[in-house]
């Protein structure tokens, strides 16, 4: 593998290890649904309602992991027929993932540590990125490659808020210990935000090269 195909499979193979804590971290759930666990406050509205809980774990993993192969820019190219079928996958696994967190979000008994803020960000962003993955699909049905593109890199952005959150929430208990449930709020906000900071920033960097005068790119 040339230096070059090294470098293209950077970007996926970090996003493969952001999303490890969430997905670590829901298959250990689902193993432990799958035992009939022992009622405690913590797991109490999970073993009441299993189903959604387990299509989020299953779909938010799927559409993590498997939606990092699609930023492997030289793989893609050299494999288009595996980028369509694995989008095939992803947007089902993408909406399930959406809609099952805003039926959670609704319907859970919500435990200490959520606020009503914390809510409210749960549902404006798995709305969100519900509506960009709508939009993102829509976008190809019409051909239209780079919107296509940019609203599934934005519904992505918003489903790997887990693994960001994970990073910095988990940071701020090494550093600070404890945190109240508006600083829980507020940095779960921040996780979303900034990796649609970083997925505005590759849209918009894309976009300038694409323009360049005398360039062409190869999709």
């Known amino acids: ?16 290890l952001l999303s490890l804590v969430p997905v670590l971290a829901g298959a250990f759930r689902v193993a432990e ?26 779909g938010a993993s799927l559409y993590c992991v498997l939606g ?11 494999r288009p027929g595996w980028h369509r079928a694995a989008g095939r996958v992803l947007v089902p696994c993408g909406l399930v993932a959406a809609g099952s967190g ?18 409210g960000f749960r549902l404006v962003f798995g709305s969100a990125m519900a509506v960009s993955i709508g939009l993102g699909f829509a976008a190809i049905r019409r051909r239209d490659i780079a919107r296509h593109r940019a609203w599934m890199a934005r519904g992505y ?14 940071g ?4 600070a210990g404890d945190m109240s449930p508006l600083t829980r709020a507020l940095l779960s906000a921040v996780a979303w935000l ?6 505005e920033w590759t849209i918009s960097r894309r976009r300038n090269e694409s323009h360049r005068p005398g360039q062409v790119r190869v999709a």
């Open 1 to 16: 593998m040339t230096r070059s195909a090294k470098a293209g499979w950077l970007v996926p193979a970090g996003l493969i």
């Open 33 to 58: 649904l799958s035992a009939g666990p022992e009622v405690t406050p913590a797991n109490a509205r999970f073993v009441a309602a299993p189903v959604p809980v387990v299509l989020h774990i299953v």
């Open 68 to 78: 990092a192969f699609q930023f492997a820019a030289g793989f893609r190219r050299r």
């Open 102 to 119: 805003l039926w959670m979000t609704l319907f859970y008994p919500h435990p200490p540590a959520d606020n009503a803020l914390l809510t």
């Open 157 to 170: 952005a918003i489903g790997m808020g887990a693994g960001t959150q994970a990073v910095i929430l988990g």
């Open 172 to 175: 701020w208990l090494l550093v």
């Open 194 to 199: 900034l990796n649609l900071t970083i997925a």
